[in-house]
Every structure is written in structure tokens, then in C-alpha cells.
């Protein structure tokens, strides 16, 4: 019985460490792609932040 648990735990984990590993993926990707949409726009972290705003006004 104890090692069902123990191998619902490592599923369970490993599932929460490939959707986090996703996000993060899928979040730089945004970033990356926002950052090279207007060559003419400023760099730097708040350039960043600022082309995802516009991203998400459409």
C-alpha cells in the first residue's frame, strides 16, 4: 500500500514540475517574441513588461 502512495506522489510531482517547466517555457517565448515586434521600441526589462501590456490590448 505504502508504495501506491509513494508512486502517486512522484506522478503527481513530476506532473506539477512539467507544467511549471511549460509555463516558464511558454512565458519566455511570449516575452522573446513581444521584445522583437518593433525593433524601434526601447530594451530593458520595462520594455519588456510594456510590449506584453500591448500583447494583451491587442
Given at each position: 500500500m505504502q508504495s501506491s502512495t509513494n508512486t502517486t506522489?512522484?506522478?503527481?510531482?513530476?506532473?506539477?514540475?512539467?507544467?511549471?517547466?511549460?509555463?516558464?517555457?511558454?512565458?519566455?517565448?511570449?516575452?522573446?517574441?513581444?521584445?522583437?515586434?518593433?525593433t524601434s521600441a526601447p530594451t530593458g526589462p520595462v520594455a519588456h513588461l510594456r510590449n506584453a501590456v500591448e500583447l494583451i490590448r491587442g
Open positions: 506522489r512522484r506522478v503527481r510531482t513530476t506532473a506539477v514540475v512539467v507544467l511549471i517547466a511549460a509555463a516558464v517555457w511558454a512565458g519566455t517565448t511570449v516575452v522573446r517574441n513581444s521584445s522583437h515586434a518593433d
